[in-house]
């Protein structure tokens, strides 16, 4: 289990500009709601409008959040 963050470190990750630094905050349980929502938001524009990184770092939050490994077969 990750330690607890305060709440102005989490808002300034969700303002990094890497995709990854800001996919981990959906899946910190300590990230507020609203910023969860906000930052999802933002990566699925980015991919939205082609940006590769946003897409692979939302891939990314899926398989984690699907108890799967990128080692499983489909399904």
């Known amino acids: 289990m990750t330690e607890p963050m305060p709440a102005e470190a989490l808002a300034a990750l969700a303002d990094d500009p890497s995709p990854d630094i800001r996919a981990n905050l959906l899946l ?3 990230t ?3 910023l969860r929502y906000q930052v999802h938001a ?3 524009a980015e991919a939205a409008a082609g940006d590769r990184a946003a897409e692979n770092a939302l891939a990314w939050v899926r398989l984690s959040r699907s108890g799967r490994t990128a080692c ?3 399904e």
Request: glycine content about 8%; charged content about 35%; overall charge negative.
């Open 72 to 74: 499983d077969g489909p």
């Open 28 to 30: 910190r349980a300590d």
């Open 42 to 44: 933002a990566l699925a």
């Open 32 to 34: 507020p709601a609203e």
